[in-house]
C-alpha cells in the first residue's frame, strides 16, 4: 500500500510539473510596444535617422498599395533565436497587409550581435532570402564592425537597400 501511494504521489507531482511547462503561455514575451515605423528601444538611432526612416516607410506604404517596413532594435531576444523572435515580433504587431503577409521588419538585437530581415510570406516575390542576405552583409554589418560601431548607418544603410528592393 506504501509503494502504491509513493507511485501515486510520484505520478501526481509528473503531472503538476508538465501541466505547469505547458500551460505557460506562448504569448508571454515581452515585446516593445508598436510606436512607430521605427521602434528603437536599443537606443541606436540618432531623431533624424528615425524620421528619415519613419518618412521612407510611409513613402513605401503609400506607393506600393500598402506594402509596410519596420524596424526595430530591441535590448534583448530574451533567450530565443532572432528568426523566431523577429516572426512572433511580426505576427504581434501585425506588420504588413492581413490578406498578402507582404510585411518586413529589420530587427536588431545589439546585446546579442544579432541582425535579422523577418518578411511575410507575401514579400518573398520583391524580397528573398539571398537579397536580405546580401543586405545584412553588403550593407548593414559593415557599419557594424566599425571601431566604434556605426549602429545608425548600417540601420539606415539596410532601411534603404530594404526599401528599394520593396519599392
Known amino acids: ?51 528619415d526612416i519613419e518618412s521612407k516607410s510611409q513613402a513605401l506604404q ?7 517596413f519596420v524596424v526595430a532594435t530591441v535590448n534583448s531576444l ?3 533565436p532572432i ?9 504581434a504587431w501585425g506588420i504588413g497587409n492581413k490578406e498578402r503577409d507582404n510585411g518586413v521588419i529589420l530587427l536588431v538585437a545589439p546585446n546579442e550581435r544579432k541582425v535579422w530581415i523577418a ?17 545584412i552583409r553588403e550593407k548593414i554589418l559593415p557599419e557594424f564592425k566599425k571601431n566604434p ?5 548600417g540601420i539606415e544603410a539596410g532601411a534603404d537597400a530594404i526599401i528599394q528592393q520593396m519599392s
Open 83 to 91: 528568426e523566431d523572435y523577429a516572426y512572433k515580433l511580426g505576427r
Open 62 to 68: 503609400a506607393q506600393s498599395d500598402g506594402r509596410q
Open 78 to 80: 530574451e533567450g530565443q
Open 1 to 51: 500500500m506504501a509503494i502504491q501511494r509513493r507511485l501515486l504521489d510520484c505520478f501526481a507531482a509528473l503531472a503538476m510539473t508538465l501541466l505547469l511547462v505547458f500551460a505557460t503561455p506562448a504569448s508571454a514575451q515581452n515585446f516593445p510596444k508598436l510606436t512607430g515605423r521605427v521602434v528603437d528601444q536599443a537606443h541606436l538611432l540618432r531623431p533624424e535617422q528615425v524620421l
Open 149 to 153: 560601431p556605426d549602429y545608425g548607418a
Open 119 to 135: 518578411t511575410g510570406y507575401g514579400a518573398g516575390s520583391f524580397l528573398t532570402d539571398a537579397m536580405s542576405g546580401i543586405i
